[in-house]
């Protein structure tokens, strides 16, 4: 009798073990991936006061508002395609992708008169939003020969007005705060439109998203109040 409960007690010791040995790795895994987490913010706080100046800003990117980035991003997989032009003749055509899940990777080309220039971006949802905190994100808004914008960004939604806010702060062409906010209507006899305003660190902008049908959006806008763009994004 004495045996049987002793085994007893040494299988309860044994179970108790096991237990706070896999509790314990959980939470080294969970210090692990917070510590990247604040590395990857420390370098990019870094980028944000080294980030050179350059005409590198988005036009009505996948998960822009009209040249400001969000907090969000394309799910893995997601995709859109834009091609916008301006009022002097500029365009810019830009193709966003989800490439895995929290990471969103794009390529632009922007068109002139006498130029063209090919660039690239990334974005990395660091901190996923929740329905009470606001998520974060960071990355770099187009890398291209002299291009380079980091910048990080928060966002959430005040939920009594379903207005959308996102606040940032950036280098180069981003460089100084920015922030801008974002309203969808959507009327039964109208499409959808979602109203966007943005200060993005050197100027204020106005646009509009229409839904002309599923994965298609037109969009118009106007940059610095002073000129216009207008153009098309197509998603799936």
């Keep these: 009798m ?23 790795q959980r939470s080294l895994k969970t210090m692990k991936r917070k510590n990247v987490n604040y590395l990857l913010l420390a370098v990019f ?12 800003k988005g036009i009505f990117g996948g998960t822009d508002l009209i040249n400001t980035p969000t907090n969000r991003a394309l799910a893995q997989g997601g995709y859109t395609l834009g091609a916008h032009i301006d009022e002097h003749g500029h365009g810019r055509i830009q193709l966003d992708f989800g490439l895995v899940p929290e990471f969103e990777l794009g390529a632009a080309l922007d068109l002139g ?21 606001f998520g974060l994100a960071l990355g770099i808004q187009d890398i291209g020969k002299e291009h380079f914008s980091p910048y990080v960004v928060i966002g959430h939604v005040l939920s009594p007005y379903n207005l959308r806010w996102n606040f940032g702060l950036g280098g ?15 009327p039964s006899e109208f499409p959808q439109v979602t109203l966007t305003g943005e200060y993005d ?16 959006l037109l969009n118009v806008g106007v940059l610095d109040m002073d000129h216009f763009v207008v153009g098309l994004t197509l998603s799936n």
């Design 113 to 133: 008169k006498d130029y063209h220039d090919l660039s690239a971006r990334f974005k990395y949802r660091l901190i996923p939003e929740t329905k009470d905190n």
């Design 45 to 56: 706080v870094l980028l944000l006061a080294t980030g050179s100046g350059a005409e590198a």
């Design 172 to 186: 180069g062409q981003l460089g100084g705060i920015f922030f801008g906010m974002s309203k969808v209507l959507n």
């Design 201 to 216: 660190a050197s100027g204020l902008n106005l646009g509009a998203k229409i839904n002309l049908n599923k994965g298609l």
């Design 2 to 24: 004495l045996f049987r409960q002793e085994k007893a007690i040494e299988r309860i010791r044994s179970s108790i073990y096991i237990f706070n040995r896999k509790s314990d």
